[in-house]
């Protein structure tokens, strides 16, 4: 339905935007001005703990200058409870006491066709139901007592039983003035093209509704009984009421409680999400037997930021979240992701939840992998790195893939990524192949060695904390790219760092990861590789401890928060720059020493009041960030993880 502009402003100004985001968040008294229309709170499309989440009543707008996130009323209200645009208007129409126009006569025919397609689906599937139940449902019955279904589940899904008769549906409807065309158009027969009467087109199998947003019946799978019946799943075809690339199975039980929990889990047939929902998982849907669309994708974003998808474990679970991943980079956008949970071989869902209980599944389900590593592992897992050649061929399948991510700042997040990963993984890789050239243990590289170099400055330790958060969080170099290019170092090799990593994050589309690491000496790959170390193994390598991120910074052992980390690194940054500043204070008063003009004095008293502002500000970060770290270090590991 298309909606006029005037009828959508009549809405915002009769309900303030404030009033409607307020039911989701708690806003912030120290920024919030409620006389001014400007309200502040933690945004809910993404975890964080300050506020960076505004409303301007004024406007009519909010942004999060968090995650990007933005919009109106209608857009809110889609975002946060699954609605698509027109159920959108209508809810906030309701609450305003806005009238909405009547449908035009074309889209009341069509709505008019579909509710009748609608009533005839209800029809057949109270006919199934009432087979299920009577004596030719026997086998059905006993097939679902099997799967540990019980009488609730069974009566809420509405499970049902297709006789094995060519026409016993269609007898039905017949008999209740329904014609044979509206059955066809239904999806409930089948018309061969060689002038045969028709017939049902679902015979001998348990039979399960399909339910749209409103719970209405659309279509219906069916599950031969036979043990080696074909297909073993059938699905109602296209219809004016059934489009598969746009629906997943149980989306209208589900998106409450995925609203309610911020999770969702996806799992491949519609017994698995009946098994899950039946043992307490209720935010869970199931695909419909198609390769994701990016219909499909964007809806179920409305149920959580990031859900999961569920797999078996075997090659095709493995194949199947392979092929969804070309679908999902397309429309991946900030704040918005998947995560995939691949579980033990030879286990589906439902055997998990069996042998497990729910505390098997959610440990499972708490070990899945991001969509980035999953894409890792695809391309890794088939790549040979022993040339040039084939180590470009490999950047470029992920360039290619990444370049198909339409929403700029996370196509350049993506890239950031990829491209110190690489750098990773092909310094490794050169440096295992130069300890395989050597002769003995003595030669031997450990990490540590670089320090012993060049002279360690006084600044040394933080220079190196700062490298190596540069490392592991590179969309913070990214995001002050600027202030890190311009930071005096100290150490000559830290120097030289710093300018290798501005190259990565500075030429993300111009020089292949491989060429320019390659290019780099002995030197500046040990760096990298204690760059890149994650935790020590080897106890000979104890030298080593000091220059590990985790050791230096043991607070990331906890996972914090997104936006710590961020804080942490400014003030890094800042503590490095009053240090230079320091410096280039005491040259200048040893330059006074010696002759003082007004312009010296000038400048010594500029450089004084700007050293003394700055420690106040570097003081008072401190102490933010060590109650911030002191919370962080006693909360539940959930509380404290990265998001």
């Not at 329904?178 to 409930?188: H, K, Q, W």
Request: hydrophobic share 40%.
């Amino acid at each position: 339905m298309r909606f006029e502009p005037r009828l959508l402003d009549e809405i915002r100004a009769r309900l303030s935007l404030s009033d409607i985001v307020g039911r989701r968040v708690n806003w912030d008294r120290r920024k919030t001005q409620p006389g001014k229309g400007d309200f502040w709170a933690c945004c809910p499309f993404h975890q964080e703990k300050s506020p960076s989440f505004h409303v301007d009543d004024r406007r009519n707008r909010y942004k999060c200058f968090g995650c990007g996130a933005s919009g109106d009323h209608f857009t809110f209200v889609c975002e946060t409870e699954g609605l698509s645009f027109p159920e959108a208007v209508e809810r906030l129409a309701e609450q305003a006491g806005v009238a909405l126009p009547a449908p035009d006569p074309q889209a009341a025919r069509r709505e008019k066709r579909r509710a009748g397609l609608a009533e005839i689906c209800e029809m057949a599937a109270r006919f199934f139901q009432a087979e299920f139940a009577g004596p030719r449902g026997a086998e059905a019955r006993a097939y679902a007592a099997k799967r540990g279904l019980d009488p609730e589940t069974l009566g809420e899904f509405r499970f049902g039983f297709a006789p094995d008769s060519r026409d016993a549906l269609k007898s039905y409807l017949a008999a209740r003035d329904v014609t044979e065309a509206g059955m066809i158009e239904a999806g409930l027969l089948i018309k061969p093209d060689d002038g045969r009467p028709s017939y049902d087109r679902f015979r001998g199998r348990l039979m399960i509704p399909i339910q749209d947003d409103k719970g209405r019946v659309v279509a219906f799978g069916g599950r031969t009984l036979l043990p080696d019946g074909q297909p073993k799943y059938l699905n109602s075809p296209e219809t004016p009421l059934f489009h598969k690339g746009a629906m997943v199975f149980n989306a209208h039980r589900a998106r409450e409680p995925a609203f309610k929990t911020g999770e969702a889990v996806i799992v491949e047939g519609y017994l698995d999400a009946i098994a899950l929902w039946q043992a307490g998982i209720r935010h869970v849907v199931a695909s419909l037997g198609t390769a994701f669309t990016e219909e499909q994708v964007v809806r179920l974003w409305k149920f959580a930021p990031e859900p999961v998808i569920c797999f078996d474990g075997d090659a095709a679970g493995v194949s199947a979240a392979h092929r969804s991943i070309d679908r999902i980079f397309p429309v991946l956008k900030s704040g918005y992701s998947f995560q995939f949970c691949f579980l033990p071989d030879g286990m589906d869902p439902d055997d998990l939840v069996r042998q497990r209980g729910l505390e098997g599944f959610h440990a499972e389900v708490g070990r899945a992998q991001s969509l980035f590593a999953v894409v890792w592992d695809r391309e890794i897992s088939v790549s040979r790195l022993d040339t040039p050649e084939r180590k470009a061929a490999l950047e470029k399948r992920f360039d290619d893939l990444i370049g198909t991510i339409r929403d700029e700042r996370v196509r350049r997040r993506y890239q950031l990524d990829l491209r110190f990963k690489l750098s990773n993984l092909f310094f490794e890789q050169a440096r295992s192949s130069r300890r395989d050239g050597r002769k003995g243990s003595e030669n031997l590289s450990f990490p540590g060695t670089a320090r012993e170099r060049v002279a360690a400055s006084d600044d040394f330790g933080m220079e190196r904390l700062l490298l190596g958060l540069s490392v592991r969080y590179p969309h913070l170099l990214d995001r002050n790219f600027e202030r890190f290019s311009r930071l005096p170092f100290g150490n000559e090799l830290h120097l030289r760092l710093r300018d290798v990593l501005c190259r990565i994050v500075d030429d993300l589309e111009a020089t292949p990861v491989a060429d320019l690491t390659s290019s780099l000496d002995e030197p500046l790959r040990d760096i990298m590789h204690e760059m890149l170390l994650e935790t020590i193994g080897l106890q000979e390598q104890k030298k080593a401890e000091f220059f590990v991120l985790n050791h230096r910074f043991p607070l990331l052992k906890s996972n914090p928060p997104e936006d710590f980390v961020e804080a942490a690194f400014l003030h890094f940054l800042d503590l490095l720059e009053l240090n230079a500043l320091e410096a280039e204070l005491s040259t200048e008063l040893a330059s006074a020493d010696e002759q003082l003009d007004e312009h010296s004095w000038r400048r010594i008293q500029a450089l004084t009041q700007d050293l003394s502002r700055r420690r106040e500000e570097c003081a008072r970060d401190e102490a933010e960030l060590a109650e911030r770290a002191k919370k962080i270090r006693t909360a539940p590991p959930a509380a404290a993880a990265v998001h």
